[in-house]
């Protein structure tokens, strides 16, 4: 659960969403639509779209988080539904709340159905255009698929084809690729984590590395699996020994999964056996 919700707040601080609530709330603290510019003075009228932008955004990605616990991590149609769903009465029901607080006017005022109606309006045409993108980027994808390929292509040499995808990577979702850097178990969950982002899938830790079809790495913890060529180095915190990653990411390694690590004799680990042994010389 924790991964999934970390997952989907993880762009709620990104640029592209700044600029996007730093515009709605300026627009609407402005342009005062439904009845709060005549209604309310410029002071709570800013306080309040305020709120309501802020608000909305907030649980615009509850909703969605929350549909992706519910149906499955990966972003299809029916999580893209029920993520218009849930933020729809959550949105609304915040509106509602809001302007009762703030006690505008009756020209302001909006029944809850007809709330649900609007909000409900905009979160579905989200839905759409997201659902839509989602499609053509499949779509793309599938033109290379073998059953869909030429018989030449089809029938081209072995050592001529290229390598085949790993299947875990047909997972994951279409914005989700590059190489993959590392895997994280969190209980029915599997994070995965590539060059171009992270996702979880409702998994089994095990079958996820099976499913890496020859990428080399290693367990290198009970809950991490780490591919070699991500390994930038390795450092040593409170006497264990930590990876560091390219992208940033620091993975613990753990004493009884050291030695497939070692075994493995990574160039780009030149002192990991000599750091392993004064760990452990030190335990």
Do not use: C
């Not at 499949?138 to 085949?164: C, L």
């Not at 982002?197 to 913890?221: K, N, P, Q, W, Y």
Request: net charge negative; proline share 5%.
């Amino acid at each position: 659960m924790f991964i999934i919700f970390r997952d989907t707040f993880k762009s709620l601080l990104s640029r592209p969403i700044i600029l996007i609530w730093a515009i709605a709330t300026g627009g609407a603290i402005l342009a005062g639509p439904f009845g709060t510019f005549e209604s309310m003075a410029f002071a709570p009228r800013a306080l309040y779209w305020l709120i309501i932008v802020s608000s909305s955004i907030v649980l615009g990605y509850f909703g969605h988080a929350l549909a992706r616990l519910v149906a499955g991590p990966d972003e299809t149609a029916v999580v893209q539904l029920l993520s218009g769903a849930f933020g729809t009465v959550f949105v609304a029901t915040d509106v509602w709340l809001v302007r009762h607080l703030f006690q505008t006017s009756e020209g302001a005022q909006m029944g809850y159905q007809a709330l649900l109606g609007n909000v409900g309006f905009v979160f579905f045409a989200v839905v759409a255009v997201r659902i839509g993108i989602m499609q053509v980027h499949r779509a793309q994808g599938h033109d290379t698929e073998p059953e869909k390929m030429a018989p030449s292509m089809r029938e081209a040499p072995e050592e001529d084809a290229p390598a085949a995808t790993p299947r875990l990577m047909q997972r994951l979702p279409a914005h989700i690729g590059g190489q993959i850097l590392r895997l994280t178990a969190d209980n029915h969950f599997v994070e995965v984590v590539s060059t171009q982002g992270a996702t979880s899938l409702r998994m089994r830790f095990r079958d996820a590395i099976a499913e890496l079809d020859g990428i080399a790495g290693s367990v290198v913890h009970r809950s991490h699996w780490v591919a070699h060529d991500a390994i930038s180095g390795v450092d040593k915190t409170h006497g264990k020994l930590v990876l560091r990653l390219r992208n940033g990411d620091e993975v613990p390694v753990s004493r009884s999964y050291r030695a497939e690590l070692e075994a493995a004799d990574l160039p780009m680990l030149p002192f990991a056996t000599e750091i392993s042994s004064e760990v452990s010389d030190r335990s």
